[in-house]
């Protein structure tokens, strides 16, 4: 009489019968680079980032000091990564806090009336995904994942239709990612939302043609 198989040999046995003859053919050249993102791509974005129930505006480059101020209206305190250029928040009339290292702690940055001005890396549009690799005008991940509003500033030719585009523009795929679908949310098993769970409750992105 034969032994039976044990379980973990019988578990491959049946993932290699199961696994197809031939290699499985991928439908879109994933190899292929994403041009200069078009209004479609940038539409196709917004749409994404709004499902999420982010803010969006859309902006030129000599309005945003007036758009970033308008989305900071209510705001006391804003914290800025080191390589924010200062003319973006140059029309706000709020307190400006400078990260410098380990210049901001948790706790002011959990202060009430606190939010977070960053550019990004990348923005991939198919998802509605913002990318920060913490690049100068991104900062240290604690300035976006603590905080309870953060306003994220894209530039149009940031903006790419898919992730496999978005991996290839990073300088470093190796550096701390964080990758931002609209606010921070979750719900429990009856589909009750919540939000601000794991990082800020409040979502503003600016496109900047």
Do not use: F
């Amino acid at each position: 009489m034969s032994t039976p198989p044990d379980a973990r040999t019988e578990i491959l046995r049946r993932v290699r019968a199961a696994q197809p003859a031939a290699p499985v053919d991928v439908p879109r050249d994933y190899a292929a680079d994403d041009g200069p993102a078009g209004l479609a791509l940038v539409d196709l974005l917004v749409d994404r980032l709004e499902d999420y129930k982010a803010t969006v505006r859309r902006c030129a480059a000599a309005d945003l000091p007036a758009i970033l101020a308008a989305s900071l209206t209510d705001v006391p305190s804003v914290a800025l990564p080191p390589g924010v250029p200062a003319a973006w928040l140059s029309l706000y009339g709020g307190e400006i806090a400078r990260d410098s290292g380990d210049g901001l702690t948790v706790a002011d940055l959990d202060a009430p009336g606190v939010a977070v001005v960053t550019g990004c890396a990348v923005a991939v549009a198919q998802t509605g995904t913002l990318i920060l690799d913490a690049g100068p005008d991104q900062g240290r991940r604690l300035l976006t994942l603590v905080p309870d509003h953060h306003v994220c500033v894209v530039r149009v030719d940031q903006i790419v239709e898919r992730l496999p585009a978005a991996l290839r523009r990073l300088a470093d795929p190796t550096r701390p990612l964080t990758m931002i679908s609209g606010p921070s949310a979750t719900s429990d098993i009856e589909l009750n939302r919540v939000e601000g769970v794991h990082g800020p409750r409040r979502l503003d992105v600016v496109i900047v043609a």
